[in-house]
Structure formats: C-alpha cells, structure tokens
Nanobody, 126 residues
Framework: QVQLVESGGGLVQAGGSLRLSCAVSERTVSPNTMGWVRQAPGKVHEFVGSITSSGDRTLYAESVKGRFTISRDKTTNMVYLKMNNLKPEDTAVYYC???????????????????WGRGTQVTVSS
C-alpha cells in the first residue's frame, strides 16, 4: 500500500507560480513511476506530468510543457510539481498518483497508476 498526500494548492493570479508537493508513504510497496493528473470542473481527468523512479526521465502534457516541472526526492519521499506562468485554464484539482512498482518509464495513462491522493485545489484568477 502507498499513501499519497498532496499540498501546496491555492489561489494565484494569472502569470503566478505555485509548487505542489506530494508526500509518499510507502508501506508494503515502493512506487516507481509517479505522476500528476488534474481535473477541472465538469471535465475529465487530464494528465499533467510523470517522472521515473530515478527522476532521469519526465513526460509532460503539451498544455503544460515549458511551464510545469515535475521532480522527486527519494530521500524524503516527496514528489513536486512546480507550476510557472499559470493560466486560468490551469484551474483544477491536482492529484498525485503512483504505480505499485510496475513501470520503469513515465506514463500518461491513468491505468498505469495504482494509488491516488485526494487532491489539492489550484485556482488561477484572470
């Protein structure tokens, strides 16, 4: 089992920045691939970014590429999403996700993730 707890969301003006954090509690499983997924009101879940266990490879949605950066610190079991130049369309609940150690590549597929946090709200005002 893996427990994920997100934090760092909030209200920010367009053009601003936020850093989301995901605390990873490993109990019986050590996750490899980690990801961030978001869901805006009335919309389906949207992949944001993913990172491998070592952090050497990342994958981003085209809509956030160049503005968002995903990183992880395995010594502290934390995963981060730094979001710059935020836009109103980035408003959503952001979820941290983890696999159960199955994958060695970043992934944008929801089915590749086995554990999910409860999410943190990000609101970008225009």
């Amino acid at each position: 089992q893996v427990q994920l707890v997100e934090s760092g969301g909030g209200l920010v003006q367009a053009g601003g920045s936020l850093r989301l954090s995901c605390a990873v509690s490993e109990r019986t499983v050590s996750p490899n691939t980690m990801g961030w997924v978001r869901q805006a009101p009335g919309k389906v879940h949207e992949f944001v970014g993913s990172i491998t266990s070592s952090g050497d490879r990342t994958l981003y949605a085209e809509s956030v590429k160049g503005r968002f950066t995903i990183s992880r610190d395995k010594t502290t079991n934390m995963v981060y999403l730094k979001m710059n130049n935020l836009k109103p369309e980035d408003t959503a609940v952001y979820y941290c996700a983890a696999d159960r150690g199955r994958w060695t590549s970043p992934s944008k597929r929801r089915l590749d993730y086995d554990y999910w946090g409860r999410g943190t709200q990000v609101t970008v005002s225009s």
